[in-house]
């Protein structure tokens, strides 16, 4: 899908062809239209379908008059087991205008139309990469937040569970952390190809906005080591604390068991078919239900001072 932008007064207007437009967003774009960016653009085929492999690494090309630059953008995948991914996210700088290249729609373009500041214009490639960067790394921040919130719903609800599914999801959780540490880093020596982006040595001004993105970068990089470190130390020990409850459990039920079998085991020693004590007396029913009751109540009481229960 192509969507076509035009920047008026710090906003993303969206505006019907592509003659009128200084920014395309291709989202999953099919063959159709990356044949028809190519024709009318003349940018590299290679460039277009880059960021449509979700594995792709961060990388910066330069081939004539067009500068790709592909980074790592988190993405919130409600339908899977993994509900948090990245995605190869291309930026394609030409002389006229920016191509963005997703295999999603992601969170970004959202804030991006959304954003209350003024955006700075795509004629000026430095601080309108910078300011993307800013939104992508407050983006992981933010996602980061989601994920520990879940972790702690993961951790409140383990105590007293005795399934894997809690472990399985805090397993899911790990994984994300993995995938975010993998692409932060991944993305970190993006940010020294900015010179050869601008053609140029960066202004003060440049180099301030570019030393905030990796300050972003950076805290989002060490929030996820943090709580990817905290997460794998909580999967231990709740795999210990699930053993505990089903150890609780199976003691439980063999205390059960043995109370229930002495009452069991009077009555078949007194009702076997030989003579036996009080066989012929009337009260010997009551006798068999006394010495069982007993028997138990004494089990009970034992297994209550040993703090079994």
Same mark, same amino acid.
């Given at each position: 899908?192509?969507?076509?932008?035009?920047?008026?007064?710090?906003?993303?207007?969206?505006?019907?062809?592509?003659?009128?437009?200084?920014?395309? %967003?291709?989202?999953?774009?099919?063959?159709? &239209?990356?044949? /028809? !960016?190519? @024709?009318? *653009?003349?940018?590299?085929?290679?460039? =277009?379908?880059?960021?449509?492999?979700?594995?792709?690494?961060?990388?910066?090309?330069?081939?004539?008059?067009?500068?790709?630059?592909?980074?790592?953008?988190?993405?919130?995948?409600?339908?899977?087991?993994?509900?948090?991914?990245?995605?190869?996210?291309?930026?394609?700088?030409?002389? %006229?205008?920016?191509?963005?290249?997703?295999? &999603?729609?992601? /969170? !970004?373009? @959202?804030? *991006?139309?959304?954003?209350?500041?003024? =955006?700075?214009?795509?004629?000026?490639?430095?601080?309108?990469?910078?300011?993307?960067?800013?939104?992508?790394?407050?983006?992981?921040?933010?996602?980061?937040?989601?994920?520990?919130?879940?972790?702690?719903?993961?951790?409140?609800?383990?105590?007293?569970?005795?399934?894997?599914?809690?472990?399985?999801?805090?397993?899911?959780?790990?994984?994300?952390?993995?995938?975010?540490?993998?692409?932060?880093?991944?993305?970190?020596?993006?940010?020294?190809?900015?010179?050869?982006?601008?053609?140029?040595?960066?202004?003060?001004?440049?180099?301030?906005?570019?030393?905030?993105?990796?300050?972003?970068?950076?805290?989002?990089?060490?929030?996820?080591?943090?709580?990817?470190?905290?997460?794998?130390?909580?999967?231990?020990?709740?795999?210990?604390?699930?053993?505990?409850?089903?150890?609780?459990?199976?003691?439980?039920?063999?205390?059960?068991?043995?109370?229930?079998?002495?009452?069991?085991?009077?009555?078949?020693?007194?009702?076997?078919?030989?003579?036996?004590?009080?066989?012929?007396?009337?009260?010997?029913?009551?006798?068999?239900?006394?010495?069982?009751?007993?028997?138990?109540?004494?089990?009970?009481?034992?297994?209550?001072?040993?703090?079994?229960?």
């Amino acid at each position: 899908m192509l969507t076509y932008y035009r920047f008026e007064n710090g906003k993303l207007v969206y505006v019907d062809g592509l003659e009128e437009c200084q920014i395309v %967003q291709a989202i999953s774009p099919t063959p159709v &239209e990356l044949d /028809a !960016l190519v @024709g009318n *653009l003349g940018i590299p085929m290679e460039f =277009l379908t880059a960021a449509t492999d979700r594995d792709e690494r961060p990388r910066f090309e330069v081939e004539e008059d067009c500068k790709l630059l592909v980074i790592r953008v988190p993405h919130r995948d409600v339908a899977s087991v993994t509900p948090y991914v990245t995605l190869a996210f291309a930026i394609i700088l030409t002389p %006229q205008r920016v191509i963005t290249v997703c295999a &999603e729609d992601t /969170a !970004l373009w @959202g804030e *991006l139309l959304s954003s209350r500041g003024r =955006l700075p214009s795509p004629d000026d490639p430095i601080h309108f990469l910078g300011t993307v960067f800013l939104h992508v790394a407050r983006q992981y921040l933010a996602f980061l937040q989601s994920i520990r919130h879940e972790s702690d719903d993961v951790e409140r609800a383990i105590h007293g569970s005795m399934k894997n599914q809690t472990l399985v999801r805090m397993l899911n959780l790990g994984k994300c952390l993995v995938y975010f540490t993998t692409s932060l880093r991944a993305n970190e020596p993006m940010w020294e190809r900015m010179r050869r982006v601008a053609g140029r040595d960066l202004t003060e001004e440049e180099q301030d906005l570019l030393d905030d993105v990796r300050v972003e970068f950076g805290q989002a990089r060490d929030l996820a080591d943090i709580y990817s470190n905290i997460l794998n130390g909580m999967m231990d020990a709740f795999a210990s604390i699930i053993s505990n409850n089903v150890s609780s459990v199976m003691k439980f039920l063999a205390t059960i068991t043995i109370v229930l079998m002495l009452p069991t085991l009077v009555s078949s020693t007194l009702g076997m078919n030989v003579p036996l004590p009080f066989g012929d007396s009337p009260f010997a029913f009551w006798v068999t239900i006394g010495v069982s009751f007993l028997l138990s109540a004494i089990a009970v009481i034992a297994f209550l001072r040993m703090k079994i229960f």
